[in-house]
Structure formats: C-alpha cells, structure tokens
C-alpha cells in the first residue's frame, strides 16, 4: 500500500472504541475499505457507506479482499476466544494492532505465530473527538511502512507517541487509557460537593461540567505548564488556596492518585494472563 492511498482495514470489534476509531479513519480518509466483524455488524450510523462492509468471521471475507491491517479491538477477556481464528491472514503484508488493554505483544505471537506482524497499542474514548492520545509499541516484525501506516492511522484520531520499551504500556493504559474515566469522575465528584455546599443538583453539574471542559480547553490552548495555570487560579490567602491546602494535603489528590494509577497498572499487567 502506498502513501497517500487508504487503507483496507478489518476491524474486530465494533464497540466503543473500536466504533470511534472506524468514525475518525472514514472521515480522515486514511482507510479505504474497512471489513467489520462485530456481533452486532456494522453500527448503523455507517449502513449505506459503500467503503464499510461486515463479515461473520475471518473465514468469511468479502472475495479478495486481503487487509493491509487487522484492528483487535475485542475485550481482553474476549481475545482468547476470537484470535485463533485470524491466524490464516498472517502474511508479511498485513499488519495486527491491537487496542486491547495488557495483551502482550509475546501473546499475540504465541497464538498468532512468531512471523505476525504486531503493534500493541492503547488509545483513549476522546480519539471520538480526534481528541484521542495514543501510545504505540511496535514488534520487531512490523516493517517501516506498517509503522508509517498504523501511525496514520492513529493520527486520525488524535496525539500519538511510540515507545521502545512495552512495559511502559501498563503505565500508560493507567494514566491515558483509563485517565478520561478519572476525568469525569472528577465533574461527579465536583458536582456533588457542590450539592453538599447547597446548589441545586441541576446547577451543580453544570458549573462542574462547565468548569472541567473550559479548563481542559484553556490547557489544550496554553502553553503554559498545568501548575502555571492552577498558580494563576490561586489568589494569596484566598478560596482556592484553602482548597488546595486540603488537595494538596498528606490526605489530598496525589496518594489517591499514585494507588488509582498503580492499581489500574496491577491490572493491566493481569490482563496479560
Ligand atoms: N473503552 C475504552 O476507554 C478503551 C478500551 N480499550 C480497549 O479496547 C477494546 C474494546 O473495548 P471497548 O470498545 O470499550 O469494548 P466494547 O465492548 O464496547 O467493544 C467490543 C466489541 O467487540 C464485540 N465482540 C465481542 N466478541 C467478538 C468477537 N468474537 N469478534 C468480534 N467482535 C466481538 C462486542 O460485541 P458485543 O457488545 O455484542 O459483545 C463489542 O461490540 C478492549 O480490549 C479495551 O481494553 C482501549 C483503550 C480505551
Ligand atoms: O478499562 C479498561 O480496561 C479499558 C482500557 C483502558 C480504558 N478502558
């Protein structure tokens, strides 16, 4: 496949992620072609797109149709089950990336055989916005132009950085893949003490919602450091320097914070079983 010309994609695993993934490289352009294998098929957002069509299994693709790319985008759980089966389009030309939290690039070999191209990857749900940060690891299989072409097609759907060293994927998965969640927490939590404080629950959320989204704009704009902008926020001697004397505490976010990402870390690294 040359640069410049889209992609043909098999994606396995239509759902939340894998769903806003297909949305982000239809509207880019960057793929051509996309087979889809879900249970449910192909959502029905994209029924009519001539470039989507979907598929009962690896066994049953369209005629000729040969991926330069097949997309694991099943849960972790599920992938004992499904990937066998892919084993018979392990071809130097196509290429495996994986979306799934903890599956080891060794995993995939061992079931997929040593010569499987494979790129273990961990985006996030804002790439549904293109607004997704991707981190990306590539096997010693996958040729340049494979690298060039995941890369695109990660590009698609937001930031993307690569790394040498794998195990930096189960941090990673902690802090980005499951971080928007932490995120949202945060407006519930916000929204709730505001409640607590005497707001109405209606008022609540739309301040804490209000409050996170235009802070997260302001960081995405400024190039400033995160601590500059929170420094700017806080006055000597007044409210936000009382909240943060609690935040920033013994008791305070980053305890809390270093055992959410060290667990989500455990995890992940189970997930590899
Ligand atoms: N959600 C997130 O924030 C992120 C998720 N990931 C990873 O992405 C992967 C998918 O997660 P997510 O999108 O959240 O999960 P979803 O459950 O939303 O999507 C998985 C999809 O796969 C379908 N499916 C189940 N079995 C098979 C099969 N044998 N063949 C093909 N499709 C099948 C499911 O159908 P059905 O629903 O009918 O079972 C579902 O549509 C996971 O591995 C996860 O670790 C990575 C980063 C972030
Ligand atoms: O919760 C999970 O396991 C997946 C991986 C990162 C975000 N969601």
């Known amino acids: 496949m040359s640069e410049g010309v889209g992609a043909k994609l098999l994606l396995v695993g239509c759902g939340k992620m894998g769903g806003a993934m297909l949305d982000g490289w239809l509207a880019s352009g960057v793929a051509s072609r996309v087979v889809v294998i879900d249970l449910s098929g192909v959502p029905q957002s994209l029924e009519g797109d001539g470039r989507v069509a979907a598929a009962s299994g690896p066994d049953a693709l369209p005629d000729g149709f040969?991926?330069?790319?097949?997309?694991?985008?099943?849960?972790?759980?599920?992938?004992?089950g499904a990937l066998p089966a892919y084993r018979a389009l392990v071809r130097p030309g196509t290429v495996f990336l994986s979306i799934a939290a903890g599956k080891t690039i060794a995993y995939f070999q061992r079931v997929l055989g040593e010569q499987a191209a494979v790129v273990r990857s961990m985006p996030n749900t804002p790439a549904a916005i293109g607004r997704g940060m991707t981190v990306a690891v590539a096997s010693p299989a996958v040729a340049q132009d494979q690298v060039a072409l995941c890369d695109r097609l990660l590009h698609a759907v937001g930031d993307v950085a690569w790394v040498e060293e794998e195990g930096l994927l189960d941090p990673v998965t902690a802090v980005s893949g499951s971080g928007p969640a932490y995120v949202f927490l945060l407006v519930e939590a916000l929204a709730r003490a505001g409640e607590a404080s005497g707001l109405s629950p209606d008022l609540a959320m739309r301040l804490a919602r209000a409050t996170v989204c235009g802070?997260?704009?302001l960081l995405h704009q400024s190039p400033a450091p995160a601590a500059d902008l929170r420094k700017a926020v806080t006055s000597p001697n007044g409210t936000t320097q009382a909240a943060l004397d609690v935040l920033m505490g013994p008791q305070g976010l980053q305890p809390v914070m270093d055992a959410a990402v060290a667990a989500a870390t455990r995890r992940s690294r189970e997930l590899a079983q």
């Open 215 to 217: 802070a997260g704009e």
């Open 66 to 80: 040969v991926p330069d790319v097949v997309v694991l985008a099943v849960k972790p759980q599920v992938m004992d």
